[in-house]
Each structure stands twice: as C-alpha cells, then as structure tokens.
C-alpha cells in the first residue's frame, strides 16, 4: 500500500500563488508517475498536471504557463507551483500515484481562489 499525503492549500486571492505538496510513503518503487487533479463543486475531476520518475511533465492546457509541477524523488514529494491564480482554479486537489498497475489517492486539500 501507498498512502499520499497532501498538503498547502488554502486561501488565496486571484493573482496570487500557492505551493502544494504531497508526500508518499508506504510501499514505494522508484519507477512511477505522480500527479494532481482537481475537482470543482458540480464538475468531474480533470487532470491537472503528471511528472514521471525521469521528470518527464505534462500539464492540461488550462494551467500550461501558470503552474509547475516537480518532484524530489529522495523525499518521495511532488510539488505544484500554482501562479496567477484564477477563481476558476477553485476546487478540491487531488495528489495521484501510478506504480505497478495500481493508482493511489490522496484525500485531497482545497484551493480557494477569490475575485
């Protein structure tokens, strides 16, 4: 099992930014794909943004050039730089990990963004 942990959201206002973090642990192997969604009120959940363990990304095209996703694969964490934030940005992210077949989930940590 692999359990995710995320982390750093919160409140913030459009423009601003937010770092989110998620820490896995548990039964990890080093060849995998991590990555956050995110789900509005009333939406389905949509792919945001996936890096690999080689630090190959890919992003959806509603955040390219706003928001970044890295990792540290020492510290098994993945991050999600959000910049210039838009009320649209509003929802419940989530962390995911793909790694021999299997998807892990995190509980997911809200991001609000006020006009």
Not at 96 to 109: A, F, K, L, P, S
């Amino acid at each position: 099992q692999v359990q995710l942990v995320e982390s750093g959201g919160g409140l913030v206002q459009a423009g601003g930014s937010l770092r989110l973090s998620c820490d896995a642990s548990g039964r990890t192997f080093s060849i995998n794909v991590m990555g956050w969604y995110r789900q509005a009120p009333g939406k389905q959940r949509e792919l945001v943004a996936t890096i690999t363990n080689t630090g190959y990304t890919a992003y959806a095209d509603s955040v390219k050039g706003r928001f970044i996703i890295s990792r540290d694969n020492a510290k098994n964490t993945i991050y999600l730089q959000m910049n210039s934030l838009k009320p649209e940005d509003t929802a419940v992210y989530y962390c995911v990990r793909e790694q021999e077949g299997h998807d892990y989930w995190g509980q997911g940590t809200q991001v609000t963004v006020s006009s």
